[in-house]
């Protein structure tokens, strides 16, 4: 900002001589476009200044641990995923990491998304220029960490993402209990189930986990009675895909 003020301090009285007497317009002209030029310049200046004015509280590491992630994953994360990759390179505190998230969303860098029965984070385009203005501040050696560690966990975090495990106790001591494949954010297919206790709910999430794909397919030929009877509707194909 002061080099484009004092460039146009000095050039605007000298093209105004140029530009003088039947040049007037010229000069006018000249004399708006450099004022325009002075206040893009300004702007330009202004949101760069708020931006360091986020990342200057000494936090800004993690701030930009976070969006760096959410870049790498290049999918929505959960704040569970964002916090195991920042406990994996060095942050420990799950609430501080919530924190920093929450900080991000409010100054829109990025958004919450809900999805069945759970929020995903996903980055903003204010987060992506924050990222090209500042990514580099990072260690090479935290980025190549943190890239590393995401890109050998894709297929988990997307496994994890289109599976859904939620249980509640109940003062009998049993578990209200639900599984749920979801895609696009909606759920395709949800078991909702009273289980007596702490140990068949334990059994269910771990068979849940293992085969819910299974489960789904069980599911839908038990549906249609048999594969002779399914092989007109929807469920011939999903055999099909599941070489049924």
């Not at 704040?79 to 100054?107: K, P, W």
């Not at 050696?141 to 050998?152: N, Q």
Request: negative net charge; hydrophobic residues 40%; aromatic residues 10%.
């Amino acid at each position: 900002y002061s080099i484009i003020h004092i460039i146009l301090n000095f050039a605007t009285p000298f093209l105004k001589f140029i530009f003088q007497g039947n040049c007037g317009i010229m000069s006018i002209m000249f004399k708006n476009g450099a004022e325009m030029l002075l206040k893009q310049g300004f702007f330009e200046f202004e949101r760069r200044k708020n931006f360091m004015a986020f990342f200057s509280n000494g936090e800004d590491k993690l701030k930009l641990m976070i969006l760096f992630t959410l870049e790498c994953a290049e999918m929505p994360l959960s704040r569970e995923q964002i916090a195991t990759v920042m406990s994996e390179n060095g942050v420990e505190n799950y609430f501080d990491v919530c924190e920093h998230i929450i900080d991000l969303e409010a100054n829109g860098c990025i958004a919450s998304v809900p999805t069945f029965k759970m929020q995903m984070i996903v980055m903003t385009p204010r987060g992506e220029e924050i990222m090209n203005l500042f990514g580099k501040n990072l260690p090479k050696s935290l980025r190549e960490s943190i890239e590393g560690f995401v890109d050998s966990n894709k297929d988990e975090f997307r496994r994890e993402n289109t599976s859904r495990m939620i249980t509640t106790p109940l003062p009998d001591g049993g578990f209200d209990a639900t599984f749920a494949l979801v895609e696009n954010g909606d759920a395709i297919f949800e078991i909702r189930i009273k289980l007596p206790n702490a140990e068949y709910t334990r059994l269910a999430e771990k068979n849940w986990e293992a085969q819910n794909q299974k489960i789904y397919i069980d599911t839908l030929l038990a549906l249609v009675k048999t594969y002779q009877n399914a092989q007109n509707s929807d469920a011939a194909e999903t055999c099909a895909q599941n070489n049924i």
